[in-house]
Structures are given as structure tokens and as C-alpha cells.
């Protein structure tokens, strides 16, 4: 989302179906804000107070800075096999979600 909005291709994220039917400017401040959430430094992420203040108003947003969880991978094409996918994963390691007893 990040590289996309970057290359001013934000527009791409959001499905066709809902970004023909929808406003797309409100849809695309709402990455914006979105992507201001999640800048790596958490000096730099607006408070939620902010947060609804950038969605509510149509001031100029600051741009946002690479998301401290970027990581550049090539896409994988939905209908390409399974045999040709590419991992998402640039260090073969595996999430586990920890359950209490």
C-alpha cells in the first residue's frame, strides 16, 4: 500500500467494484491517514484525536514515511500455481499465536 500510495497508484489498492461506486478522494485520505498510523517511529504517528481530525476535515496531510513493517516483495499473480508462488516471508520464519491454557 505504502509503495503504491507513493507512486501516486493509490488508487490501486482499493477493489474496482467499490472504488467506481465510491468517493475515491475520501477513500484514498483514508490510506493516507492509514499509512501515517503506521510510520516506523511512534513519535511520528498522529493521535487518534488527529486521526479523526485528518478524516473529518480536507486540510493538507503530511506525507507519510516508510511503515516500520515495509517489506518490498514482488506480487503474486491470483491465477498463477501455487508451484510458482513466491513466499511473503524473506526469512522462512513462521507466526504462532500463543493461547492460554
Keep these: 500500500a ?6 501516486d497508484k493509490g488508487y490501486e489498492i482499493i477493489h474496482a ?18 499509512l501515517l498510523c503506521v ?8 493521535n487518534m484525536s488527529y486521526v479523526v481530525q485528518m478524516l473529518t476535515s480536507e486540510s493538507t496531510l503530511p506525507l507519510p514515511k516508510m511503515p516500520g513493517f515495509f517489506l ?7 491465477g498463477s500455481s501455487s508451484s510458482n ?4 516471508s524473506i526469512n522462512d520464519v513462521t507466526n ?4 492460554a491454557r
Design 2 to 7: 505504502w509503495k503504491l500510495f507513493m507512486e
Design 17 to 34: 467494484p467499490i472504488r467506481d461506486t465510491s468517493n475515491l478522494s475520501s477513500m484514498l485520505r483514508s490510506i493516507h491517514v492509514g
Design 39 to 46: 510510520q516506523k517511529s511512534p513519535d511520528e504517528r498522529p
Design 72 to 78: 518490498e516483495r514482488e506480487m503474486v499473480d491470483e
Design 85 to 88: 508462488n513466491r513466499t511473503c
Design 96 to 99: 504462532s499465536i500463543v493461547e
